[in-house]
Every structure is written in structure tokens, then in C-alpha cells.
């Protein structure tokens, strides 16, 4: 059993239109579907239970139970970052540092607990109409991309161009290539203490990303490659 939580800002789907219409019941529940659904299932034999947290609920939805059940937590944010709590960033920045796998998705680079994890700015150059997207496999050998062929094209996506300020990855899964001729390190593996963080680009609220079957098979091999593992334990402090 792989415990997961999908985080969401919610309001996008609430405010425009656009978002709305592709996604209606909200993009924490299109990322639900990707591990509720048959395909999951069928294709890789593992029971998840999943729940989700939306930014205006109390405690964002992350208390402390929430978090020290959860295995992997997958985030999306874009507008409304500064109204995430210092207190629950605090308490996702330790979870992740004891193990628990955290998913950063699209325009959440920017947000509080991926920066503070990171250490850097995490700025990017960006253009909403990016045309299509090859998000080409540079690491074929890697669990991320299991499963998959040499690229997944996108015809319709937002640019995220270079320079990406994140400091380098411990792996590089993907690399964009943009119609404009922009690139970008799109698939990007950290360790932070005992926790491991994927950062997977694709995702704006205006196009049906999620909807995509190679980008929900991303999504559920990072989670497994995400989970925590046993390991040795840690002790820290003055030892006699």
C-alpha cells in the first residue's frame, strides 16, 4: 500500500473559465484518477490510497497526521505560493527530510517548500504559448521512465525556458525542446535528507496535461521511486 496526498491550490478551476473547462473537479482530482483509475491497476499491480488537500482548507490541508501517514506528496501551485503557511511548509520540509518522496509539479517551482529545499530562486523564463513540447528521455536507465519511448510530445503546452535556477540535479530524467527553440531540464532528482523530490514540468491548468497516458505513467513510476525506503537509521548528536 503507497499512501499518497495530492496537494492543490484550487483556485484556477474556481476563477477562469478555461481551467474550469478542462479541469472541473479540480486538478488534485484529475492526479487522483491517475492512481484510482483501471490503468494503475493493470499496469502496475500496487494499491494506493489517495487523498487530497486543497490551500483553503484549515492547515492547508497538511496536519501533522495528514503528512506522517502520507508516503509521497504531490504539489501544485501557481498563484497564491506567499499564502502558504510558514508552519506547514516547516512541517512538509521535515517530513521530506525523514522520507517522505515529494512531487513537484509544474508552476510549483516557485512555491515556498521547493525553494526552501532547494536553496535557490528556482526562476525559469516562460511563455503560456509554447506550441508543442518533446520532452526527450536522457536517462533511459532511470525508474521515471520505465515504460517509456525515446520522448512524450506535447502539442499544446506552456514554455519553461533556460536558465532554470535549481542547483543540479543528482538526475536529469527529461529535457524540453520548445517550437521556439527553448530548452529546459524538465525531470530533475533530488535527495534531501532521507527524502527523495522529483520535479516534473508539465502541467498547466489550461491544457489537459493530466489527461495524457505517458505523462500519468511518469507520474506513477516517480511516486514509486519516490516512496520511502527502510534504510539504516540516523542519529545525530554527541554519542558516548
Known amino acids: 500500500m503507497c499512501t499518497i496526498t495530492i496537494w492543490n491550490e484550487f483556485r484556477h478551476e474556481r476563477e477562469d473559465e478555461e481551467a474550469a473547462a478542462v479541469y ?3 486538478i488534485h482530482e484529475a492526479l487522483a484518477t491517475v492512481f484510482t483509475g483501471e ?3 493493470i499496469e502496475d499491480g500496487i494499491e494506493y ?3 487530497t ?3 483553503d482548507e484549515p492547515d492547508h490541508g497538511l496536519t501533522e497526521d495528514v503528512l506522517d501517514a502520507t508516503d509521497v506528496l504531490l504539489w501544485w501551485g501557481h498563484e497564491a505560493h506567499d499564502e502558504v503557511e510558514d508552519e506547514v511548509v516547516d512541517r512538509v520540509q521535515e517530513r521530506v527530510l525523514e522520507g517522505m518522496g515529494l512531487l513537484v509539479l ?3 517551482h516557485y512555491s515556498k517548500v521547493f525553494k526552501r529545499l532547494l536553496g535557490t530562486s528556482c526562476s525559469l523564463q516562460w511563455r503560456e504559448d509554447g506550441g508543442t513540447e518533446r520532452l526527450w528521455v536522457v536517462d533511459p536507465g532511470h525508474p521515471i521512465a520505465d515504460g517509456l519511448d525515446e520522448f512524450i510530445e506535447l ?3 506552456e514554455m519553461y525556458g533556460e536558465p532554470f535556477d535549481v542547483p543540479e540535479p543528482d538526475r536529469l530524467v527529461f529535457t524540453s525542446w520548445f517550437e521556439g527553440g527553448e530548452v529546459f531540464r524538465s525531470g530533475c532528482c533530488y535527495r ?3 527524502g527523495r523530490i522529483f520535479y516534473f514540468r508539465p502541467g498547466h491548468e489550461t491544457y489537459p496535461i493530466y489527461e495524457n497516458a505517458e505523462v500519468r505513467r511518469v507520474l506513477r513510476n516517480a511516486v514509486a521511486w519516490a516512496s520511502p525506503t527502510a534504510g539504516a ?3 545525530f548528536g554527541e554519542r558516548e
Open 24 to 26: 472541473p473537479d479540480g
Open 39 to 41: 490503468e494503475a491497476e
Open 49 to 51: 490510497d489517495v487523498r
Open 53 to 55: 488537500a486543497t490551500l
Open 106 to 108: 509544474h508552476s510549483a
Open 155 to 157: 502539442p499544446e503546452t
Open 192 to 194: 534531501r535528507g532521507s
Open 233 to 235: 537509521p540516523r542519529s
